[in-house]
């Protein structure tokens, strides 16, 4: 059996070994920190390989990663979407409901802010009910408008974030009337309804309360998460190796 010194010295043979990879990082991480039309500057390959795979940097992932190995390898903290869903579950919704909660912001936490409410969907349309990820998906433009019949009033935190002279695009507006009318309205509203505005830093939510509400509704693919053939597999995927080259 390997001692725990040869096991550090191993992983950090590996890791150097790893670090003699160039890394490059995709066009969507920087733009904007610079103009995406320069040619970024590359670092001299003097021979060296460029990263095919796991990035040293990051914890790494098991062979066949679930849903909860992304919380706890490649999301950032989760306690809203985690307080969101016992919230739910306080105010008696559906499964549908909690889960919805529970991963309606998956997008912010680990892969795209920006839209977040159409990547979270995306990433999870081919393991959940389609109700789930269509709530999902519209509760980002519910959020900017008020339902007065469920006591949703437009966020004083938006006129925070974006000013009181912010109105949502046409195409989010556009988005609105179609949702309104839609026969899962509700499931997406209620999201909103059950999204926390800011979380209590001293409750302590584990995601271990919702296995068994992930377990019924939520399809784990048995190769693993992201080396499943489905339509978003590869968001998955690239969210488990950011930065490989190809
Ligand atoms: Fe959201
Ligand atoms: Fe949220």
Redesign the pocket.
Known sequence: MATTMQRAEAAEHAMSEELDRIVVKSVIYTSGERDPRVPAPRPPDQGRLYLMGHDPRLPKMPDKPTLFDFFRYRFGPSA??LQ?ARLAQKNGTSEKVVLACLL??IA?AGFIRSDHGYWSAQLLEPYVDEEVSWAIRY?QTL?FFADESVGYKYPEMYVKLFGADYVPEPHIQAAHRYAREHKWYMTSRL?TVN??YSFDPNVKVELEEFTDIVGRNFKQPKEGLGFDPSPSAHMWRTINWPTRYL
């Open positions: 809203h979407m969101s309606h912001d912010i509760h959020r999201i999204d926390l």
